[in-house]
């Protein structure tokens, strides 16, 4: 039986990252009431108490911004990176339960509001190349599937953090004459300040180059690929492969081979569909299945969350939902990364 629904009704998305937590109040007809941010909400590498403490300070501020108790919250969707494997589920949704005992929700994978941000209905495939790799998909009779960004050891090979090292691979390569020459040496080393690629050789030996500088040259393969490097281009192909291979194998499992459905390409990696990734992935999946759409989200990835709280409750979603986020700051901006001033609360 449908649920009944009134304007007075109010729904909580929350997206969350390893660079930031966002949550989203909005109404039945997406009518943005409050917003809130927090900090890091992936429990890898700080446990899930720390990551659950960052996903409750946003929802305390979206509530404290629309002027609305939690109790109030008709039904909230929590989009949480790191959400891989049944212990995760078990772990988040008991500890939510602890910090949140009035609000009814459910906890998924952050990747399912990427691809409920760039699809109507919320059927469809998606990917996500952010700092690793994710593929969700859901078929028009409601089978979902997803293949969690576990790393190389699981079958995954991908992710922005994949590219940037990958940057880094290329350059000592060309310099030891086991690869050709590129031009992501000079872009590399003015990036970590180093005169040339021995010096970069070995403070990485020292482990002198830090994670956050290996995740900037990301971006540099990309600028490098545009301007027609060929080792640059060869990186993000075979990276762009990869995600193919993992919605082709979920097209099958889901068996939509023959439907027309959104190919959701998202994740702060991809600012564009105009790229050798791009290309590659939605070659490998046009393969298999030909009618597929490929897309960028509509939406950035918390108002896909709030959609799937509206999902939840069985409020109908249409058009108008996806306009009337967009017009309210909600388009999908992929050179955005949420904002963290870093002062703690463990509201």
Not at 194 to 212: I, K, N, P, W
Not at 275 to 290: D, G, K, R
């Amino acid at each position: 039986m449908k649920l009944q629904y009134t304007r007075s009704q109010v729904f909580l998305g929350v997206d969350g990252g390893a660079s930031g937590t966002r949550a989203l109040i909005i109404d039945a007809s997406g009518a943005i009431l409050g917003a809130g941010t927090g900090g890091n909400a992936n429990h890898a590498g700080q446990g899930y108490r720390s990551a659950v403490s960052h996903i409750t300070h946003a929802v305390h501020g979206a509530c404290r911004e629309a002027q609305i108790a939690l109790e109030h919250i008709s039904f909230a969707h929590f989009a949480v990176a790191g959400n891989d494997v049944e212990d995760d589920q078990i772990q988040l949704t008991k500890l939510l339960a602890e910090e949140l005992p009035d609000l009814k929700f459910y906890v998924t994978n952050d990747v399912w509001a990427g691809l409920r941000a760039g699809s109507i209905d919320g059927t469809g495939i998606a990917v996500n190349c952010g700092s690793g790799a994710g593929a969700v998909g859901r078929s028009p009779t409601g089978a979902q599937q997803m293949i969690a960004d576990l790393g190389y050891m699981f079958g995954d090979s991908g992710g922005g953090n994949q590219i940037g090292v990958d940057a880094i691979r290329a350059v000592v390569r060309a310099w030891d004459g086991r690869g050709d020459a590129t031009s992501l040496t000079d872009a590399v080393l003015n990036l970590v300040g180093l005169s040339d690629t021995a010096a970069l050789y070995l403070a990485l030996y020292r482990e002198q180059v830090g994670a956050a500088l290996i995740r900037q040259c990301t971006r540099l393969v990309f600028q490098c690929a545009a301007s027609g490097d060929t080792v640059a281009i060869e990186i993000l192909t075979r990276i762009g492969a990869e995600f193919g291979r993992s919605a082709v194998a979920l097209a099958r499992r889901l068996t939509m081979q023959d439907l027309a459905f959104p190919f959701v390409l998202t994740g702060g990696a991809i600012r564009t569909l105009q790229s050798p990734l791009v290309e590659a992935a939605v070659a490998q999946l046009q393969s298999v299945c030909p009618r597929c759409r490929p897309t960028s989200p509509r939406l950035m990835p918390v108002a896909g969350a709030a959609l799937l709280a509206l999902d939840a409750s069985e409020v109908p979603v249409t058009e108008e939902h996806f306009l009337r986020l967009s017009a309210q700051g909600q388009g999908w901006h992929p050179e955005e990364r949420y904002a963290w001033s870093g002062e703690e609360s463990q509201s």
